[in-house]
């Protein structure tokens, strides 16, 4: 059965620190990771897709890598913000289409 | 583009109520959505998939009698909470997978913005 963990499951940091939240999941049979925001009663917006065969996908100051073999991902946030504070998830798409979820990383940027 | 919307996004009501839930794909087509279950400070949690033109796929422990799932159209599918209970006062999300661009898992899912059901 696969399961997903995300560590740390809470990260308060100063402005403008670039940080990682990580991860991992304990099938490597997936066919892509994806990372989503949460904001406080809301549903996901999607951050990034990484497809099983690719090892990165970066979107502005966003970057995520997989590495499929060893169940890892991470999501690197450069110059974080004040905004950027949020519930992040961590998801996989298992070999039956549906998407496993991590219980996320909450953030809070400090001004 | 790929824009769920779900309605309504907040309900209150008493026990023993039904309660119709809708997640409309706005501006793609979905022969798959997907119905998810967050309890507070959890994560989501899926319940079962929904597909057009077919009976839905209910996960382990979900009671197919209490959630009813309908998915009468390409853009619409619609989850029913039967005679609610306190206990079944979560926040409900919906997603979507676009359809006829590739295999689904080369794609997103896209959620909707969720719906707060509160059984008093």
């Known amino acids: 059965k696969q399961e997903v963990t995300q560590i740390p499951a809470a990260l308060s940091v100063p402005e403008g620190e670039n940080l990682v939240l990580n991860c991992s999941f304990t099938d490597s049979a997936i066919y892509n990771l994806q990372w989503f925001r949460q904001d406080p009663g809301k549903g996901l917006t999607s951050l990034l897709l990484?497809?099983?065969?690719?090892r990165e996908q970066t979107s502005g100051r966003l970057n995520a890598s997989l590495d499929k073999s060893s169940g890892r991902s991470t999501l690197y946030i450069a110059a974080s913000q004040p905004g950027d504070s949020a519930t992040y998830l961590c998801a996989v798409m298992d070999s039956s289409y549906k998407l496993i979820f991590g219980s996320g990383t909450r953030l809070l940027v400090r001004p | 583009g790929a824009v769920v919307s779900q309605h309504p996004s907040w309900v209150i009501c008493k026990s023993g109520t039904s309660v119709k839930i809708e997640c409309r794909s706005l501006d793609f087509q979905a022969t798959t959505m997907f119905w998810y279950r967050q309890f507070p400070k959890q994560s989501l949690m899926l319940m079962a998939t929904?597909?057009?033109?077919?009976?839905?796929?209910?996960e382990q422990g979900v009671e197919k009698d209490k959630f009813l799932i309908n998915h009468a159209s390409l853009t619409l599918s619609t989850l029913t909470v039967t005679s609610a209970h306190p206990e079944d006062s979560s926040f409900y999300i919906c997603?979507?997978?676009?359809?006829?661009?590739?295999?689904?898992?080369?794609?997103?899912?896209?959620f909707g913005d969720g719906t707060r059901l509160s059984i008093l």
């Open positions: 990484i497809q099983s065969s690719q």
């Open positions: 997603s979507a997978s676009l359809l006829g661009t590739g295999r689904m898992g080369n794609q997103p899912q896209h």
């Open positions: 929904s597909n057009e033109g077919s009976k839905a796929t209910y």
